[in-house]
């Protein structure tokens, strides 16, 4: 069974830093893109990041290119997710989706699999 | 990036079939079928209904399908019921490799 469990969030000053982590068990990591989506408090879903299988490609939403970093560690089966500068508009609920794409980006660019979100708040 | 484009919300008594539409461009819904749907209860994940414009996941009724023409893709639900009532957002690959969600629609089933 896919899992994914998300860590990291917590509230934070604007301008500051933060690194969300997601552990993924129930599939071979490396094999699968992973993506990153957020969700503002009662606002829609909105698509941050994704990194493919090896971790040598990756593409951000422009809302956070620049700020953000995504990585993975496929010997701890983790992705991450480094903010920095962060304002209030970061504030939300972060997915980790396990991408339909394999490591070849292959597949369909969809989300079969989330995690249950961790939450960061700026203030 | 701007979102996908999808109405507000959506309503249906029980029975009967709704439709809900997402408007994108010919940079991602136009150009790809690259198109899913996502179900989300409040203060739950989302869980995917549709992807690749059509194709629906084991598990998922088959009262639920998909179809696109040129920029538009949408979501019909046959039969509606009590258990469908929720918010559907629609998600499209861009040709920047990057993706885009639509704004979500809260489907109520009076």
């Known amino acids: 069974e896919v899992q994914l469990l998300e860590s990291g969030g917590n509230l934070i000053q604007t301008g500051g830093s933060l690194r969300l982590s997601c552990a993924a068990s129930?599939?071979?990591?490396?094999?699968?893109?992973m993506t990153w989506v957020r969700q503002a408090p009662g606002k829609g879903l909105e698509w941050v990041s994704v990194i493919s299988g090896g971790g040598g490609g990756t593409y951000y939403a422009d809302a956070v290119k620049g700020r953000f970093t995504i990585s993975r560690d496929n010997s701890k089966n983790t992705l991450y997710l480094q903010m920095n500068s962060l304002t209030a508009e970061d504030t939300g609920l972060y997915y980790c989706?396990?991408?339909?794409?394999?490591?070849?980006?292959?597949?369909?660019?969809?989300?079969?699999?989330w995690g249950q979100g961790t939450l960061v708040t700026v203030s | 990036q701007s979102a996908l484009t999808q109405p507000a919300s959506v309503s249906g008594s029980p029975g009967q079939s709704i439709t809900i539409s997402c408007t994108g461009t010919s940079s991602d819904v136009g150009r790809y079928n690259y198109v899913s749907w996502y179900q989300q209860y409040p203060g739950k994940a989302p869980k995917v209904m549709i992807y690749?414009?059509?194709k629906r996941p084991s598990g998922v009724s088959d009262r639920f399908s998909g179809s696109k023409s040129g920029n538009t893709a949408s979501l019909t639900i046959s039969g509606v019921q009590a258990v469908d009532e929720a918010y559907y957002y629609c998600y499209s690959y861009r040709s920047d490799s990057t993706g885009v969600f639509g704004g979500g629609t809260k489907l109520t089933v009076l």
């Open positions: 690749d414009v059509t």
């Open positions: 989706a396990k991408d339909g794409r394999d490591a070849y980006w292959s597949g369909s660019p969809s989300f079969h699999h």
């Open positions: 129930g599939f071979t990591f490396s094999d699968s893109a």
